[in-house]
């Protein structure tokens, strides 16, 4: 990571946690991004851009994840994972 670095903490509200297509969802979001991305799960922390990463994170609904990004787009690819993790990844419940 290098010298600057934003994080931000964010709760998985959508029933479903972070499934498969929430996931995907992320994922896809965080792979748009130049920064390093990352996702904390208490002392689990894995690549944003990675689908096995993401789901093994195993967050289900209430979770709390730390979003950390370090790169030159850091402050909104923040701003994009974690607004979809605020709109239940845009999904119909």
């Excluded at 994080?7 to 509200?13: A, H, L």
């Excluded at 979003?67 to 979809?84: H, K, N, P, T, Y």
């Amino acid at each position: 990571m290098g010298l600057y670095m934003i994080e931000r903490d964010v709760k998985i509200i959508n029933k479903l946690g972070l499934h498969l297509r929430a996931a995907a969802a992320l994922v896809q979001t965080a792979s748009g991004f130049a920064s390093d991305i990352h996702l904390r799960k208490d002392d689990m922390e894995v690549d944003a851009k990675s689908i096995m990463g993401v789901l093994g994170l195993e967050a289900g609904q209430g979770t709390h994840l730390k979003v950390i990004a370090s790169g030159s787009d850091e402050e909104d690819a923040v701003r994009a994972i974690v607004g979809l993790i605020e709109a239940k990844f845009n999904e119909e419940e």
